[in-house]
């Protein structure tokens, strides 16, 4: 008869004990940013078709469950990754010198723009590919970058009004219609398509002409 030690079900003895690989508690907001960097270094490396809520959580050791538990779905996860993109690009775009005549903020403004899509094109391959999730799913992040670049183009417009080098009557007008004609140089997806010095050259094109148009005593 066995009169031996048996532990209670469920219960580990002190040599498993030794095995199990404890995650240290975290703030939620630790997790999800920490869920987020090994997403968007997932993506980054295989591609968003081939990275599965599974592979994140597995990459984190932890279940696919508390992954979701944060990000609903990978589209989010998109959108997220995304989002603090933009925001340091925002971030970015306001260190940029602030005295400087209008003219030369828009100038600097639309080629800060067009160089840090085209150095993401060439850093991250699948960048591309997360841009077009984020186009074809019509995330939020699309609307928030073109809220927060129309204000800055509207801060320049003002400035230049009161520098007396541009006319503008409609100014939110004004500077919608000036992102939309920024687009061919500003846009991802338009950036991924041509060379960068042919892009470099299309912005300033385009810049000119937006200061042109601004300078001119009829414009409305």
Do not use: W
């Amino acid at each position: 008869m066995d009169h031996g030690y048996r532990a209670p079900p469920g219960s580990c003895t002190g040599a498993e004990k030794a095995k199990v690989v404890r995650r240290p508690r975290k703030s939620a907001e630790e997790t999800r940013e920490e869920i987020l960097n090994t997403a968007e270094s997932l993506f980054r490396t295989h591609g968003y078709a081939s990275v599965a809520i599974a592979d994140i959580a597995a990459a984190l050791s932890m279940s696919p469950a508390n992954v979701f538990k944060h990000f609903r779905t990978k589209t989010s996860l998109v959108d997220a990754i995304a989002t603090r993109a933009i925001e340091e690009t925002v971030a970015s775009l306001r260190e940029l010198p602030q005295d400087r005549p209008a003219p030369e903020r828009l100038c600097a403004l639309a080629h800060h723009l067009m160089q840090e899509h085209v150095s993401g094109r060439l850093d991250a391959p699948f960048v591309f590919e997360m841009i077009l999730v984020t186009i074809t799913e019509e995330l939020d992040c699309g609307d928030r970058f073109r809220k927060m670049v129309v204000e800055m183009i509207a801060d320049i417009i003002e400035a230049g009004i009161r520098e007396g080098c541009y006319h503008v009557t409609d100014i939110p007008r004004f500077a919608n219609a000036a992102f939309d004609a920024l687009s061919c140089v500003i846009h991802p997806v338009m950036t991924g398509l041509e060379k960068a010095d042919i892009m470099a050259t299309r912005c300033k094109d385009v810049v000119a002409l937006i200061d042109a148009a601004m300078r001119l005593p009829l414009v409305k």
